[in-house]
């Protein structure tokens, strides 16, 4: 396995490894590797724990932590590949590569009956933005004018993400 799958599999799921929108801060922190390893930045009711290549956002109802976003920031791994990919991802997936091709994660997602829209919201020369809507993930792929043009520059699910695929001028 490698990164391209793991971004399939987040794609069509909306999950990563067992963790999602309706997991708690303890269960991202297992599913990631330990409470050990995320960088947390907490400010009043909100929380956001920075795994590397993982960021999850959470916010406090009550006594209780809510996760309202993931994202995993793919552009990240062209850094210091040690410090940001979580141990149980490298577990999982093995090697992963630096670069992550969308169209190669497209027709992966598409076989296994995922839902693709384009949302024609920005200037493509920079970013395109694609919408998920079984799993409720947006993808963000680089333009040709960048440096790795067609590769995934990072992929988000966030609570409210219905309102995110919304075109915005």
């Known amino acids: 396995m490698n990164a391209t799958t793991?971004?399939?599999?987040?794609?069509t799921s909306g999950q990563l490894l067992g963790a999602g929108l309706d997991s708690s801060p303890e269960t991202w922190d297992q599913?990631?590797?330990?409470?050990?390893?995320?960088?947390?930045?907490?400010?009043?009711?909100?929380m956001r724990r920075?795994?590397?290549?993982?960021?999850?956002s959470f916010e406090k109802w009550d006594t209780n932590w809510s996760c309202v976003n993931t994202s995993v920031h793919v552009h990240r791994l062209r850094g210091e590949r040690d410090l940001?990919?979580?141990?149980?991802?490298?577990?999982?997936y093995g090697p992963i590569e630096p670069v992550v091709t969308f169209a190669e994660v497209q027709e992966e997602a598409l076989a296994k009956g995922a839902v693709v829209e384009?949302?024609?919201?920005?200037?493509?020369?920079?970013?395109s933005r694609y919408w998920f809507p079984r799993?409720?993930?947006?993808?963000?792929?680089?333009g040709p004018s960048l440096d790795a043009p067609?590769?995934?520059?990072?992929?988000?699910?966030?609570?409210?993400?219905?309102?995110?695929?919304?075109?915005h001028s």
């Open 6 to 11: 793991l971004c399939i599999d987040f794609i």
């Open 31 to 46: 599913a990631l590797g330990g409470a050990d390893w995320p960088l947390i930045d907490v400010r009043r009711r909100r």
């Open 50 to 56: 920075d795994y590397g290549l993982v960021e999850v």
């Open 84 to 92: 940001l990919v979580p141990p149980e991802i490298d577990a999982t």
């Open 118 to 127: 384009l949302i024609a919201d920005r200037d493509t020369e920079l970013h």
């Open 135 to 142: 799993s409720g993930v947006i993808v963000s792929v680089q």
């Open 150 to 167: 067609g590769s995934i520059w990072s992929a988000g699910r966030a609570r409210d993400a219905a309102n995110w695929k919304s075109p």
